[in-house]
Structure formats: C-alpha cells, structure tokens
C-alpha cells in the first residue's frame, strides 16, 4: 500500500504552539508528515534555517511520524521529490482564507496530483503568529505561553546576542 505522505510548510520563526497544535494534528492523519521551512523567505528572519530546523526537530522529537526538513523553490516540486500527495496549512481566521486559497489553488494549477488540506487552528492559538511572538520578546515580554519551552530559551539567547552585537 502507496504510504501517505503530507507536507507541513512555512517558515516557523521560530515554531509556535500553533504551529505544534497543528503537527500533531496531522501527524495522526498521515503515514509520514515532514514539517518543511522555507529556505528562500524574502523575510529577514530571527533565525536562520538551520536553527530553525533544529528547534522543530527537538520540539516534535516525540512523535514517530514527523520529520523536519528544509525546501528551497517551489513547494510543488519539493512535495513531489518527497514523494507527497498533501500540503497541509493551518487556517486561524477568515483573514488567513484569501492568501491560503490563492497558494492553495496556485499550487493546484502547476500540480493537480496534490491537494491541500486547512486545518483549523485550536482556538487558544487562532491569535498567535511568529511575527506576534518576535514582537513581544524584543521589547521584554514573557513568551511561554505562545511557544514551546525549548523555545523560550532560544528566543532569550538570540534576543541577548543581538542586543551584544
Ligand atoms: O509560514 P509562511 O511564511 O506563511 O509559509 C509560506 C510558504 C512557505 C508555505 C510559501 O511561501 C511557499 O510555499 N513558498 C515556496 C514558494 C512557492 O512554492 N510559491 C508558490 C505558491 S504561492
């Protein structure tokens, strides 16, 4: 039997418990989930993507079926080299709809052979997004409760390191 395979993409910086909320999710529904960061952002990120992956890697490092993974260009062809029928995207609010359809159905027209699937983001985390999270620990918030622990500590590290150089 053909293994079902769903990619999870985005740029995690860093990951959020709503990006957690939503691996877990999909971890349940698929045989493999690779949860992918963009390489080739135009953003300028706090982390760079290898801190990126490894933060992932550590805060999914319990559950069997999730791999972390990087992807440069399109995510169409990065799904297809992984061998993955699914793209899954989280949906917190209806602000969220209008971008996601129009990636969604973009992909769909370079790739009909994968289909993207929205779940809906708990509602403890419909508010939470990396940019919020960056914003409040750059002027000295408390961030525990918007991302996992591991991740607290790296966002304090990073944010001292900045403040130095
Ligand atoms: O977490 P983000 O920043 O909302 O994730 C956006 C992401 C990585 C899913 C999207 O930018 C993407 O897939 N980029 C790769 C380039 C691509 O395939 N673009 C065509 C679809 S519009």
Known sequence: MDMKIAIYPGSFDPVTKGHLDIIERSAKMVDVLIVAVLNNGTKSPLFSVEERVNMLREVTKDIKNVKIDSFSGLLVDYAKK???????????????FEYELQMAQT???????????????????????????????????????????????????????????
């Not at 992984?82 to 969220?96: E, F, P, Q």
């Not at 370079?110 to 919020?132: G, K, P, R, V």
């Not at 408390?142 to 966002?155: A, D, G, L």
């Open 82 to 96: 992984a061998g993955a029928s699914i793209i899954i995207r989280g949906l917190r609010a209806v602000t969220d």
């Open 107 to 165: 992909n769909r027209i370079m790739d009909n052979s994968i289909d993207t699937i929205f779940l809906t983001t708990s509602l403890e985390y419909a508010y939470l997004s990396s940019s919020t999270v960056k914003e409040v620990a750059r002027y000295g918030g408390n961030v525990e409760h918007f991302v996992p622990e591991y991740v607290v500590k790296k966002i304090e590290d990073k944010i001292i390191s900045m403040k130095k150089s």
